[in-house]
């Protein structure tokens, strides 16, 4: 009389757990991988909001004068903001008036270039930044 088994190999068995590892590993990376890039993404975006308040603050709580400022939000986001004028139109160019009075009456108005960047990450060989350039008209302080 032949006995039939009934059941697995041992084989089989290791082979069939092979097979599970490799598909968990490969779904484990994956997963992984997402939260990771959620994470960035929710950074990215921390970092653009933080650059647009500063460059919206920039002339109305702080004075627009040439130089740099910087500083830090949220003991992780270092910022720096960096304000250089912009070259006009040569003297010639400019608009005459008939009289003096018309003159002025019109303010002298100068453009200011504003640049934002927002940086963080723990190690220097993952830095990540934001930066953001924006032009502002600014009056300029009569001569006297």
Do not use: C
Not at 47 to 72: D, F, N, W
Not at 80 to 86: A, E, F, G, K
Not at 92 to 97: E, T
Request: glycine share 6%; net charge negative; no cysteine.
């Amino acid at each position: 009389m032949i006995r039939q088994h009934k059941g697995f190999s041992l084989l089989e068995i290791l082979v069939a757990f092979a097979i599970m590892a490799v598909a968990l590993t490969i779904v484990l990376r994956i997963f992984g991988s997402g939260v990771n890039n959620a994470v960035i993404s929710e950074e990215y975006s921390l970092a653009v909001q933080i650059a647009e308040s500063i460059m919206a603050r920039t002339g109305v709580e702080t004075p627009l004068q040439i130089g740099e400022i910087s500083g830090t939000e949220a003991d992780k986001y270092g910022w720096l903001v960096r304000i250089t004028p912009v070259a006009g139109p040569p003297p010639k160019s400019r608009p005459r008036f008939k009289s003096q009075d018309e003159a002025a009456d019109q303010p002298m108005m100068k453009l200011m270039a504003v640049y934002v960047r927002v940086g963080w990450g723990d190690r220097a060989d993952q830095q990540r930044t934001v930066e953001l350039h924006n032009l502002r008209l600014v009056q300029e302080e009569p001569e006297s």
